[in-house]
């Protein structure tokens, strides 16, 4: 029996149903990509326009440009030398030239995308841009690739919202391959725990800024991704467990012989993945219902980001995929917990990595039929290819070998028959606030479940000011709203976590319950986000006051307000001020976005309709 004739028959389910009910927008989909596959418009273009594409071109290139007869490859990236993660990136496109011409093509950086990082902007108004930015990442992707002189491309980005952006753009270009090239993750400095307990302690008042700042710098001290597991670390286990990524690639770090080699590897592939090739791969037909099936169920195992909860939905609807939180709420019920990395534990990516990393997880899952294994990647026909690790071979070349067949450390990755936790990492809460997410993965168990009275707050520095004047001092249910997507762009609340993780520690009962987002590193205090319908738009979260009583219990999925119910629904939602903030930092350019902002369970985009 085959791993695929396996498949667990929830994950088969859910597959099915999402198969179902996108079968329209998905046909038209694929009648639109192979549309655009079936004259290559390189070809045809003019004469004018085509010594346009190579004027630039070094003589060599140039002639091959003219001739018309090798694959083209374009370059888009999302450097830049302030964010950690995308520094490394400075170096690539030279090495993908290079492999390019040395495989018998050229490369072309096609264009730039922003990168912001939400480290930075933790806190600020920049983070009200946050969100948005995976949008513009697309269009800036789209107009990259506009130019139409391209056979595949290559994506250079790691973090937040750029994957996703870079994703959404790549599948409006769905004929096209593309090739995601990861950075990698710094080596590991201060442990995340420790960082956390400073950050804690500074809240409190028994540390002072330049204390915080060095244990910051210890954290955060080189070139490479944070290494906790957050937005941007799950962004690389999605890409290589969804097939877009060269196997084992994910957690190699940068400025490496390792890492270059796989940047030239990944070149190599790109080019031979065209349709000028017999193994044309084009993103459209990679990215269908069973990978984005193996990358929610990989989300779960891994503990990963809520925020792609967000993203991964935007990323579907790009292919004419219809997600729902429904359908993660049902692949995390069987879904094991296999891994314990920062906040989920205090290992960070790099012991992850050197335990077994993706090749023994994927190896687990692929052995429990959790995942579907006959898909279509950039390596190749099927996930098995991706049991394999890279190593640097004598020529300097990589080779792949079989990966770890045992965790080389069960204390941070664990097999399937002895998984952390029995269900996956997130779990989906509805009720009479709204429907929301959680994640439980970080959470103790005696803290699932959260009944107290709520305080109110429409800014975080409000429950900053309440916290250094001493007024937390109860058991109590943080309600943070006018924070969703059409209120403010949905910013991360992350600065909420050292004085709520305070409270918490001092025995306090404590849970947040917010229309807004947080970061993947976000931990310990159990947090329903994500709340929908936002206050904005009226949802009944607008009606919550002060001292109702509030129970978030993600042992049976619930977010209730405890009141007296004809009152409930006689009170009336609080009316948004939409005189706040929403100038200043950019944020005034943002406007439109944010009229146009669909709703967080569907992915918070603004261009819903517009992929289908």
Excluded at 70 to 95: C, K, W
Excluded at 188 to 213: D, F, H, M, T, V
Aim: glycine share 10%; net charge neutral.
């Amino acid at each position: 029996m085959t791993i695929e004739a396996r498949v667990n028959a929830r994950v088969a389910e859910v597959t099915d149903r999402i198969a179902r009910r996108s079968y329209d927008s998905r046909a038209r989909y694929l009648d639109r990509i192979a549309n655009a596959a079936s004259t290559p418009v390189r070809r045809r273009l003019g004469c004018a326009n085509q010594a346009h594409a190579f004027a630039a071109c070094g003589g060599r290139d140039k002639k091959l440009m003219q001739d018309g007869h090798v694959p083209s490859l374009g370059i888009v990236t999302a450097y830049n030398d302030m964010l950690s993660a995308h520094q490394p990136y400075e170096r690539f496109p030279d090495l993908i030239r290079q492999s390019a011409r040395a495989a018998g093509g050229v490369a072309q950086v096609a264009g730039g995308v922003p990168a912001m990082c939400d480290g930075i902007t933790q806190g600020e108004a920049g983070m009200e841009l946050s969100l948005f930015s995976r949008e513009v990442i697309a269009l800036s992707t789209a107009i990259a690739l506009s130019h139409q002189t391209f056979d595949a491309a290559v994506f250079l980005g790691i973090c937040d919202k750029i994957v996703p952006g870079l994703v959404i753009g790549a599948l409006s270009f769905g004929h096209l391959p593309a090739v995601f090239i990861p950075s990698g993750p710094m080596t590991s400095g201060l442990a995340n725990n420790e960082k956390a307990k400073i950050r804690q302690a500074y809240a409190e008042g028994k540390l002072g800024r330049e204390a915080l700042l060095e244990a910051e710098a210890q954290a955060y001290h080189g070139a490479g991704t944070c290494t906790f597991y957050g937005t941007a670390n799950t962004n690389q286990m999605l890409m290589e467990i969804m097939g877009l990524q060269l196997p084992g690639a994910s957690f190699v770090n940068p400025n490496t012989p390792l890492r270059d080699a796989l940047t030239c590897a990944a070149t190599e592939r790109a080019l031979d993945i065209t349709s000028l090739g017999n193994q044309y791969t084009p993103i459209g037909r990679v990215l269908d219902e069973r990978t984005f099936v193996n990358g929610i169920v990989g989300l779960h195992a891994t503990g990963g980001s809520t925020n792609l909860t967000l993203h991964l939905i935007a990323m579907a609807a790009a292919a004419g995929l219809t997600l729902t939180w429904d359908d993660f709420a049902d692949l995390a019920e069987v879904t094991p917990l296999l891994a314990r990395i920062y906040p989920n534990g205090s290992a960070d990516v790099n012991h992850f990595h050197a335990a077994g990393g993706m090749g023994f997880l994927i190896r687990e899952l692929l052995g429990a039929g959790l995942l579907h294994a006959n898909v279509t990647t950039v390596a190749g026909d099927g996930l098995v290819a991706y049991l394999s690790e890279p190593k640097l071979g004598s020529e300097g070349t990589v080779t792949w070998h079989e990966g770890a067949q045992a965790s080389g450390d069960p204390s941070v990755l664990r097999g399937a028959s002895e998984p952390f936790q029995k269900t996956g990492g997130l779990k989906v809460l509805n009720g009479d606030i709204g429907t929301a997410i959680i994640k439980t993965s970080a959470v103790a168990p005696q803290r699932h479940v959260i009944e107290a009275p709520a305080r109110v707050f429409h800014s975080q520095e409000e429950l900053q000011k309440a916290f250094a004047g001493g007024e937390l001092t109860n058991d109590l249910v943080i309600v943070m709203r006018f924070q969703g997507p059409k209120a403010n762009g949905m910013p991360e609340l992350h600065k909420l976590m050292p004085p709520l993780g305070v409270l918490q520690d001092r025995g306090l009962k404590v849970a947040l319950v917010t229309d807004g987002r947080l970061s993947g590193a976000s931990g310990k205090v159990p947090a329903a986000i994500h709340v929908t319908p936002e206050a904005a738009e009226g949802g009944t979260i607008a009606k919550i006051c002060d001292g109702d009583l509030i129970r978030v219990d993600a042992i049976a999925g619930r977010l209730e307000v405890l009141v007296d119910p004809e009152e409930w629904r006689a009170r009336a939602p609080m009316r948004f001020d939409s005189s706040i903030a929403q100038s200043g930092v950019g944020r005034e350019l943002f406007a439109i976005f944010r009229d146009r902002v669909g709703r967080a369970d569907n992915g918070a985009s603004i261009f819903q309709g517009v992929t289908r």
